[in-house]
């Protein structure tokens, strides 16, 4: 029984006040089958809704089996929809991706009856509906009249004692008009049932109760057919929703839409790729603060000392013995611009890339007291050891086009220096993230490169009568060594051209030292017999050039080193050391000096910057996959708006919305985790992140889950909230 008494609904918006109906008094009962009609705008909706509980009145009161409802909340409202009512709309307001099957099943899911309890009936209520061709067919396509009857289903299955319909015809042509009231009248035979609609012809037929409206009040309440007032109105049975329904319908939802699905997904794979990189790249940069960085040295070992002797010159064997001589050297290394100049050893190969390259330093074998782990140690001159990572291209898939095979040094322009190196040992780095190399050679090979070095980065010049002239000076086994050869067209330089005697001087320079030598000109060459006099036979490059002794050039550059290293043995006594050194007359300083940053004060610094950025880019994220996933979920708000009207509570709502969420920032981060886990075992290839992955341990996995899944915890609270922001019915007229 539910009764009306001088109930008004009136509604304020800005400050404008307006009616929806005012003072109505009406008293109906179980198996009527009310017709209501009126113009448009005369409250007929709106009486409805405050019937369905889904607005609330303002004046009156109106009773539910003689109780009281004006004092009913939010809460108590969804109680009471659930309990007492069916609601079916002019719109059809059914899940459009869900199956015709599915649409039926949720209004029990939701009340908290078992999957398998609920099948036949089900069945049983499509077959009445006369849909059972279409069960497994999606809502979205069918028919209008089709639609209306599943939604007549749904509003069936929920044995509700109060069906309710807002122009169920409004939508329908009047072949399926005629059906859909036919299937309400037979399935509805001992509820009551109230129907709003413009044609009161299609009901005519079938009313007991026929109502009419104008501007806000009923100016005819007609009854028919004469109804047992006694009857009491039931409450329709209802359960909580289990968990099972929930994560059934949460499941259901994450999937039945696919360009969602994909669109939550990549949202999720997003956030957790952007921790993921944030904090190894923070990783990443703080371990490159731990090893130093310096732009002129490359082996910064803590045991290596650079030397040089404070009066300047170059050191003597004599030198070296005196040094190796204090008790904690480990070993000197002469020229030790290898350790810090990288070169590129290389060979072409029949596999693979074609070519096979290390970009290395050099170290002389004799400093080499590990075991190697492939191959052996080096026995003749030529002979070397590589050191790199072990999981560099060619010695993970193609060792045998690197061990026991020559390789040749080359220059910046990719001249060859030095061939014929042959490598028969590898070592591989601790680190085998670490692709730094190192060249282990016999000292006569790093001699050899030392020469090369000096006169790549020297400068030659040549003072002639108190000039320097600029031509080049080129070696030449057919020149004395206290003498030069010159082109005849020097004699211009000299008065009546009597060059023949005349003094040149030749003078060489770099970093570390200058020299220079005298010699005479005891001849000149012309284009003619240039190539006789000089053994050279490019004219055009050099037809302009010194040319003086081969040997007297090397000479040049083939000097004692004036900076060499030593490493210690034991660090903790490398003062001592240094000590020693400079009572030998040698300036010293540790190479670790050169780390640009070293202290720990900037650690912390990078530490607070990593924390704060890292906070920061949380909020971001957060506010960024906020925003989109309400954009994607609005799409959805008829679904969870549907769910409200169906008797929902905010709670249940956000319970399906989380699993939701927490099956896609599931799959997102379980995606993650693959890449990273195919990124260590190397299948997948990417020098970067496989750099990154190594710091990628149990703890930021952990750690970087429980973000993930609050971050899909509060962004399903935020928007469920937003759902509930508004009545059901406003939200309702909203998304329609
Ligand atoms: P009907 O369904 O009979 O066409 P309605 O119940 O929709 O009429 O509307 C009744 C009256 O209430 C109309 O004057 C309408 O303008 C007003 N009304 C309905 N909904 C609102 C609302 N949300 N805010 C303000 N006025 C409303
Ligand atoms: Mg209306």
């Not at 009857?149 to 109060?162: E, G, Y």
């Not at 006694?230 to 360009?259: C, M, P, Q, Y």
Request: net charge neutral; hydrophobic share 40%.
């Amino acid at each position: 029984m539910l009764k009306l008494e001088n109930v008004s609904k009136i509604y304020y918006n800005n400050g404008i006040i307006a009616t929806g109906f005012s003072k109505v008094n009406l008293e109906l009962n179980l198996g009527e089958f009310v017709v209501i009609t009126g113009e448009s705008g005369s409250g007929k909706s709106t009486l409805l809704n405050v019937i369905s509980g889904l607005d609330s009145y303002e004046e009156g009161e109106m009773y539910i089996n003689g109780q009281e409802t004006s004092h009913y909340t939010e809460k108590d409202l969804e109680q009471y929809r659930k309990k007492y009512i069916a609601n079916i709309f002019q719109n059809f307001n059914l899940i459009n991706s869900y199956t015709v099957y599915q649409n039926v099943e949720l209004v029990l899911l939701l009340s908290g009856y078992k999957k398998s309890q609920v099948k036949k009936k089900i069945l049983d209520i499509i077959d009445q509906v006369g849909l059972t061709k279409f069960k497994n067919t999606k809502v979205s396509k069918l028919s209008g009249g089709q639609k209306q009857r599943v939604a007549i289903a749904r509003a069936i299955i929920k044995d509700s004692p109060i069906i309710v319909a807002d122009e169920p015809t409004g939508n329908l042509d009047t072949e399926s008009a005629k059906d859909v009231i036919d299937i309400l009248r037979k399935v509805s035979k001992d509820k009551l049932v109230i129907i709003v609609t413009h044609n009161i012809e299609q009901f005519e037929e079938h009313a007991t109760r026929i109502i009419k409206m104008h501007d806000g009040k009923i100016i005819e309440n007609r009854e028919i057919e004469k109804i047992d007032e006694t009857n009491l109105i039931k409450e329709t049975k209802f359960k909580k929703v289990t968990f099972f329904n929930k994560l059934r319908l949460g499941i259901r939802n994450t999937f039945n839409i696919k360009s969602k699905f994909l669109l939550l997904f990549m949202v999720f794979f997003f956030i957790t790729s952007a921790l993921f990189l944030e904090y190894t790249s923070f990783k990443l940069a703080e371990s490159d603060i731990d090893n130093g960085v310096s732009v002129t040295f490359k082996d910064l070992s803590e045991n290596r000392i650079l030397i040089k002797k404070q009066d300047k010159t170059s050191f003597s064997e004599e030198d070296y013995s005196k040094i190796s001589n204090l008790q904690n050297i480990d070993y000197i290394v002469k020229n030790d611009v290898f350790l810090d100049t990288q070169i590129t050893i290389s060979r072409s190969t029949t596999k693979g890339y074609g070519e096979c390259w290390y970009a290395t330093t050099i170290n002389d074998v004799k400093n080499f007291k590990e075991q190697v782990d492939l191959g052996r140690i080096p026995e003749q001159e030529n002979e070397a050891i590589l050191q790199t990572s072990s999981k560099n291209y060619y010695i993970e898939n193609f060792v045998d086009e690197v061990l026991e095979q020559n390789f040749s040094i080359k220059d910046s322009q990719e001249n060859s220096i030095l061939d014929g190196i042959k490598i028969v040992g590898i070592k591989f780095n601790e680190n085998s993230n670490n692709y730094d190399s190192k060249i282990y050679m016999d000292s006569t090979q790093i001699e050899k490169l030392n020469t090369y070095m000096n006169e790549e980065y020297s400068t030659l010049k040549a003072l002639f009568q108190n000039k320097y002239i600029q031509n080049k000076i080129v070696p030449s086994e057919k020149v004395e060594k206290e003498n030069a050869i010159v082109s005849d067209d020097l004699k211009s330089l000299v008065k009546n051209g009597r060059i023949k005697g005349k003094d040149i001087q030749i003078e060489v320079s770099n970093i570390f030292y200058s020299d220079k030598i005298n010699l005479t000109i005891n001849n000149t060459y012309t284009e003619k017999s240039f190539t006789r006099l000089t053994g050279n036979d490019n004219y055009k490059l050099y037809g302009n050039a010194i040319f003086i002794n081969n040997e007297v050039y090397d000479s040049l550059f083939n000097k004692q080193p004036y900076q060499s290293s030593v490493f210690v043995k034991d660090f903790e006594n490398i003062d001592t050391t240094i000590l020693e050194l400079n009572n030998l007359g040698i300036d010293t300083k540790k190479v670790t000096d050169f780390k640009v940053i070293t202290n720990d004060n900037y650690n912390e610094l990078v530490q607070m910057i990593r924390t704060i950025v890292t906070i920061i880019l949380i909020f971001i994220l957060f506010f960024i996959s906020y925003f989109i996933i309400k954009i994607i979920l609005k799409s959805r708000a008829i679904y969870y708006t549907t769910l409200r009207m169906l008797g929902s509570s905010r709670k249940e709502v956000r319970k399906i919305l989380d699993i939701e969420l927490f099956i896609n920032s599931n799959l997102a981060y379980f995606t993650s985790i693959l890449i990273i886990y195919l990124t260590k075992i190397n299948i997948i290839n990417i020098q970067y992140l496989s750099k990154l992955s190594q710091f990628i341990g149990l703890w930021e996995c952990v750690l970087i889950y429980v973000i993930i899944i609050l971050m899909s915890k509060l962004l399903s609270r935020k928007v469920s909230k937003d759902i509930f922001k508004k009545s059901a019915i406003s939200t309702y007229n909203e998304e329609v």
